[in-house]
């Protein structure tokens, strides 16, 4: 296959030929020069191409399979200039001694006709360039880009930890992989190099878009791992914003940086993240962070922190009381469960009611909006789980198969599933869209009274009233994977739990490392990781018995409600108290942040919503 590269009348023609077509089928010119790819079914070694995936002017990469073991599946990386074979040879050197889940593997590297072959691990799924293209200019949500910029720079101080440091110097969106499971690959090492001292020049094949000043070999100094960190915080700029930064030259030409803070383009970004883009793409180095471990810290918030809250006033809600809150994901609405039944939107601006959707003939207790706010999710008392719609307030579908009270719904961060769980001691899971039920997950040893999703939608965990264990559930197979339990430090309250049906609390950190928990039948507040099953941290200081608890989105802190009519927020780092938020007058029953962190609202007993600034 030849690929046309007239570039006479703009951009490169691009088209595809046959291998013995002498012009262009497109726009007619000469074919003398154009670049000539491997067909499909063409034998290259003992791999056999399926397909190109991409090419640039230096080389391709093709899907191939294995001729050796049929059915395994290749990425081949082709060169088709013979002088680069030698740096080729040494890049395999570097990547086969590699071990991260962050990183593809690399198997072997050979020569064949005068052309060098690199071949490695198939990544699955699309690349983030793919999923901007898919945008038309539209920013990535902000808890979407963490969960890519946090592997990022794990994946990073990695390399750089190597002796000597292994320096990428091409990150960008085209060349960091998304699995279908969530799980960022970076990928393309073209250009890496070993060491902060060396002194080769990268500006052949670099990016303009994401290249720091000093790979462009106009200034004295090296690169280095700073250097990658610019290009993290180049790629995090585009996908926060939607649009791509200026190139380091052209803000470096200018008299004063033109570049516009991330937060003037997308003002839905939290503070300390838009800062953090900011800092890593610094034109000087020593104004980057000094490595990607203080950018991750950065990017969750888990610098010096200092917070300050004031009430913005109470909601009356509910006759009965107020059981459940959830923000939608824009943060515009806020739901209410109450135990008179009624489920309500409010118009989180203004506070005024927008909506009143009734339904359940019992107590409601749960609320959950889907991720793109169209949706609704309530539980009841009545054994139902009910789906709304948010637009017109219509009722679009009654989930019956719950033998008990549901005290719980969750949906997963794509939207497709619903899960839900309740007295009968059973999980369900649903198909949000039609709701059909899909599985039914038991083993339960009490009442389900609480339910959050993993980041990445692969686990669940519930927590039961019992004894206030999480178990941690698999999506895809419905099996238990671990439980999380400790030993109470509290007095249990069984008249309390009976009489107000009152939820349990867990929920995943927004990277999905932690979990925090809490519950009815004591006073303790636990983080856990995820990992290995350990207790990190306890929180102690309410009076009475957790019922909800919620991370900030940025991650950096937890926020719990208590029956002691409290709200509490603790640092994720260090477990200190740093505020107690007064007001109720009668139990907390449920916490919620806004997206942005800059509001929470908690529900009480006392039939009001009350909220917060933070």
């Known amino acids: 296959m030849l690929i046309c590269l007239d570039s006479r009348s703009g951009p490169r023609c691009g088209t595809e030929n046959r291998n013995n077509a ?155 992989r998304l699995t279908p499971e969530g799980l960022i690959k970076l990928v393309d090492f073209g250009l890496l190099k070993q060491g902060v001292e060396a002194t080769q020049n990268s500006r052949r094949g670099l990016t303009p878009t994401y290249a720091p000043i000093e790979q462009w070999g106009a200034s004295d100094q090296h690169t280095g791992p700073r250097s990658d960190i610019y290009s993290v915080g180049a790629t995090l700029y585009h996908l926060l914003t939607g649009e791509a930064p200026l190139t380091s030259a052209e803000r470096a030409s200018s008299s004063s940086d033109p570049l516009l803070r991330p937060r003037k383009r997308n003002s839905s970004l939290t503070h300390h993240v838009a800062d953090a883009v900011t800092k890593a793409v610094s034109l000087a180095q020593d104004q980057r962070f000094d490595d990607a471990a203080e950018l991750k810290r950065a990017l969750m918030g888990m610098g010096q922190m200092a917070v300050s809250v004031r009430s913005q006033g109470a909601i009356t809600a509910h006759s009965g009381g107020v059981l459940a809150v959830a923000f939608s994901a824009n943060g515009e609405r806020l739901a209410s469960a109450g135990a008179d039944g009624a489920v309500r939107i409010w118009t989180t601006a203004d506070g005024e009611r927008s909506a009143d959707l009734l339904g359940h003939a019992e107590r409601s207790l749960s609320v959950a909006f889907s991720p793109d706010g169209r949706r609704l999710a309530s539980g009841g008392a009545d054994k139902a789980v009910r789906l709304w719609s948010v637009a017109d307030a219509v009722e679009l579908a009654c989930l019956e198969a719950h033998s008990g009270v549901v005290a719980s719904v969750a949906f997963s961060p794509n939207g497709r599933l619903l899960a839900s769980g309740g007295a009968d001691k059973t999980v369900r899971i649903w198909d949000a869209e039609s709701g059909a039920s899909l599985r039914a997950i038991r083993g339960q040893m009490g009442s389900v009274s609480g339910l959050a999703f993993s980041p990445d939608g692969e686990i669940l965990a519930s927590v039961i009233t019992l004894d206030s264990s999480v178990r941690l559930w698999k999506i895809a197979d419905g099996r238990l994977r671990q439980t999380l339990r400790e030993q109470l430090r509290g007095k249990a309250v069984f008249a309390y739990i009976e009489a107000t049906l009152l939820s349990a609390a867990v929920v995943f950190s927004p990277d999905g490392d932690l979990i925090a928990s809490g519950g009815t039948m004591d006073s303790t507040l636990r983080l856990w990781n995820v990992a290995d099953s350990s207790l990190r941290l306890i929180f102690e200081g309410h009076a009475g018995p957790i019922t909800s608890v919620v991370y900030s989105p940025d991650g950096r802190t937890v926020a719990s409600g208590s029956a002691d009519k409290t709200v509490r927020l603790w640092s994720v780092a260090d477990g200190r108290l740093l505020h107690t938020l007064e007001g109720h007058t009668d139990a907390v029953t449920s916490v919620a942040y806004s997206p942005d962190r800059q509001t929470l609202a908690s529900a009480s007993l006392d039939g009001t919503i009350r909220l917060w600034r933070i």
Do not use: W
């Open 22 to 176: 002498q012009f262009c089928r497109r726009c007619g010119a000469p074919l003398r020069s154009a670049l000539r790819l491997q067909d499909a079914d063409a034998q290259v070694g003992r791999y056999q191409i399926i397909r190109t995936l991409g090419h640039g002017g230096f080389g391709a990469v093709y899907e191939a399979e294995d001729g050796a073991e049929p059915g395994r599946m290749v990425a081949i990386k082709e060169t088709f200039d013979p002088s680069s074979i030698r740096s080729f040879q040494g890049e395999f050197a570097i990547l086969n001694t590699l071990r991260h889940p962050n990183l593809p593997r690399y198997h072997e590297m050979f020569e064949e006709d005068g052309n060098g072959y690199l071949v490695m691990e198939l990544v699955p799924g699309q690349s983030l360039q793919d999923v901007l293209d898919k945008q038309q200019g539209d920013p990535l949500l902000e808890s979407q880009v963490l969960g890519f910029a946090l592997q990022l720079c794990d994946v990073l101080s990695y390399l750089h930890a190597q002796q000597p440091p292994i320096i990428h110097r091409d990150i960008k969106p085209a060349n960091i």
